[in-house]
């Protein structure tokens, strides 16, 4: 602490350590505490907060697995149903994304050069500019029945009927898909730029064809950038709400959704949190084995 | 098991940049080959070449008698190892060692005993299972070797291998290299730019400048011989005397320099192309200069001069010596243990024979 302080000089340590304070128990730690009380809460009127019947309890968490009280017998398909849905659909988000990105990310980082390079970084930044509610409105225009795809197949007599892609959730996950490619792409294109070109260049003069090179030498270097990228994109995805909201078919929820009808519409703060809580600690918990699964560890994300 | 390389008149571009120019030379199967050259001299470019990573814009490489056009480095009879090593970090010594094995698909108890067989060889036996991150400079040095050896190339190309390595470690290295080339005989072609790595170990030696192949012949012929002015500055400690050519007779031209008329002999390049009232580069070697007490010896060429300065190297002792002109003479004495007779100051008159001092065409140098 003391050598911390001589370093960095009195101004400049008490900011730091005030900032990372703040920002750590006043942005982050203190909400989710207050929202991990509320999810043990009943919803009461708020002459009642406070009273005798404001106790611990853990009905909202069941009202996840059960339904309603009355009901208890019943499994609460509906809500469980959609939690499994968005937590396979962001893992297809994120495989899907891995597939595409990882190729431009190299292509990125050992084979373009120079002015065509920064140009190839910056067609995929400005797209970015435009804000999110916008991008799914325009994909929502891409893939309507009447929009871009479906006219121009008809038109070249490739399919005769409109697909209905929002209502396949191809809409949704291309959205999804397109959304997070950037935090796909950066992570992986600082871990593979890092890579010796010599080192491509002596398992090709070792005689192995390009996908050994890429499984044997490239993947294994580039682990730990592919698992921040996959980190970011399968949270995100399993946590977005506008494109879910814009892009999704009528009969198809994500989780986020009914979380956001809980404190919205619902007006049920506790069972919101409850929901939302239980989305947090099983993506986090799904992470993490996925990690010891590919034996990647923390520190090297941070990278 | 050893293989020729051919390099019929290859030209090597890069837009209007010459990097190589009309490399014309046949490397035999089994020999110990050097191309020496300062950096940006062309000879990685060659090397690229032959190992298939770069096409070359004119001209034919061919390897065993098969043109290589359109063969890529994978398919190759070479192996090449690279100036960094470019070992593979992530993967064990003995994944690294025969990765090509499992490249054409050898199960994994087969990998395991040729990795065996190899790491005896390197002399790193039971060290297969560390990471290359912990192993020594010398030690990972030997890895690369074996990882190349494994693919039972014809040709292995080696490129700088030894320039991040200590001193003392470079010396042993080089007898190693040399050792494993007698055991596994197959060709070696060697690049450096370190004329004494290149000399102890080369059957020949092509010396090369701007991407031109300067001189090629062994490694006696090269130091005692040299056939340009570049070569003679390049390779070893040398005296370069620009002088006047006054007289030419046989092999022999007498030239006057700022140090008095000294005799020379005429390399092979200089004879026609060195005329009387000429310009001539001399090159004198510092060890070839003597000193002359009254008239003893037999030298023909004796000049006078002052020693400026000492150098004291421990094997050998430098002395600059200054004569007439602002260029000085360079000379090296072995140090016997009994110190000089002359010190800084002293007057000394040096004597060398003719056959010592090559007189050759003017033309570049190699930079200081």
Redesign the interface.
């Given at each position: 602490m003391q050598k911390f302080i001589r370093k960095n000089g009195i101004v400049v340590s008490i900011y730091l350590l005030g900032a990372c304070t703040i920002w750590i128990a006043l942005m982050i730690v203190l909400p989710q505490v207050f929202m991990l009380d509320f999810s043990f809460r009943f919803n009461l009127p708020p002459a009642k907060i406070g009273g005798p019947e404001d106790v611990y309890t853990l009905s909202n968490y069941s009202h996840l697995l059960f339904g309603r009280a009355n009901n208890p017998e019943s499994f609460n398909w509906l809500d469980t149903s959609v939690f499994g849905k968005t937590i396979t659909a962001a893992i297809f988000v994120t495989i899907f994304d891995v597939v595409i990105c990882y190729p431009i990310a190299f292509y990125l980082a050992q084979v373009a050069k120079g002015g065509y390079a920064r140009f190839m970084v910056l067609s995929l930044i400005v797209p970015f500019w435009v804000n999110e509610i916008l991008r799914a409105f325009a994909f929502r225009i891409i893939f309507s029945s009447s929009g871009l795809i479906n006219t121009v197949g008809m038109g070249m007599g490739i399919w005769d009927e409109p697909f209905d892609f929002i209502k396949l959730d191809i809409a949704l996950y291309a959205g999804l898909g397109y959304a997070f490619i950037l935090l796909m792409i950066f992570p992986i294109y600082n871990a593979v730029e890092s890579l010796d070109k010599n080192q491509l260049e002596a398992a090709r003069d070792l005689g192995s064809p390009w996908w050994r090179i890429h499984w044997r030498v490239v993947i294994p270097f580039a682990k730990p950038g592919i698992a921040s990228g996959c980190t970011m994109v399968f949270m995100l995805s399993a946590g977005a709400l506008a494109a879910p909201q814009i892009l999704g078919g009528p009969s198809s929820l994500w989780f986020t959704q009914i979380i956001y009808q809980w404190f919205n519409t619902g007006g049920n703060w506790p069972r919101g949190s409850s929901y939302a809580i239980v989305l947090l600690v099983t993506c986090t918990i799904f992470v993490m084995l996925m990690m010891r699964l590919f034996k990647v560890r923390l520190g090297e994300i941070a990278r | 098991m050893s293989a020729d390389v051919q390099l019929e008149h290859v030209w090597i571009k890069f837009g209007s940049f010459v990097a190589v120019q009309d490399a014309d030379l046949t490397i035999k199967g089994g020999e110990f080959f050097s191309f020496l050259g300062p950096s940006g001299c062309g000879k990685t470019t060659l090397l690229r070449t032959i190992?298939?990573?770069q096409e070359p814009s004119e001209g034919k490489v061919f390897i065993g008698g098969r043109d290589m056009a359109g063969i890529?480095?994978?398919?190759r009879p070479?192996?090449?190892i690279?100036?960094?090593l470019?070992?593979?970090?992530?993967?064990a010594v003995w994944e690294n060692i025969t990765?090509?094995m499992?490249?054409?698909g050898v199960n994994k108890a087969g990998r395991r005993k040729r990795a065996e067989e190899l790491l005896e060889l390197i002399a790193l036996s039971d060290q297969g299972e560390k990471k290359v991150s912990e192993l020594s400079g010398g030690q990972r040095q030997r890895v690369a070797i074996a990882?190349a050896l494994c693919?039972e190339p014809e040709v292995l190309l080696l490129d700088e291998p030894l320039s991040a390595l200590d001193l003392k470690l470079r010396q042993h290295m080089r007898a190693e290299l040399r050792a494993i080339q007698k055991r596994v005989g197959i060709t070696f072609i060697y690049i450096t730019h370190d004329q004494g790595e290149a000399l102890t170990m080369s059957d020949r030696v092509a010396v090369m400048s701007a991407g031109v192949v300067e001189q090629m012949a062994d490694s006696e012929t090269i130091y005692d011989r040299p056939e340009s002015a570049f070569v003679a500055s390049f390779v070893g400690e040398n005296n370069a005397l620009a002088g006047k050519i006054s007289t030419i007779e046989g092999d022999q031209a007498l030239v006057d320099t700022p140090f008095g008329p000294i005799r020379a002999r005429l390399s092979e390049s200089s004879r026609g192309a060195l005329q009387p009232n000429g310009e001539a580069f001399l090159f004198v070697r510092p060890e070839s200069l003597s000193f002359v007490n009254g008239d003893a010896g037999s030298f023909d060429n004796k000049i006078q001069a002052h020693i400026a300065e000492e150098q004291f190297e421990g094997n050998v002792r430098h002395l600059v010596l200054k004569g007439a002109g602002d260029k000085p003479l360079t000379m090296s004495v072995i140090n016997a243990g009994r110190g000089l007779e002359y010190h800084v100051g002293s007057e000394v008159t040096l004597g060398f024979n003719s056959d010592l001092v090559v007189a050759l065409p003017p033309g570049p140098l190699a930079a200081e």
């Open positions: - | 190992s298939g990573f890529g480095p994978n398919l070479t192996a090449l690279f100036q960094n470019a070992l593979f970090p992530l993967m990765f090509s499992e490249v054409r990882r693919v």
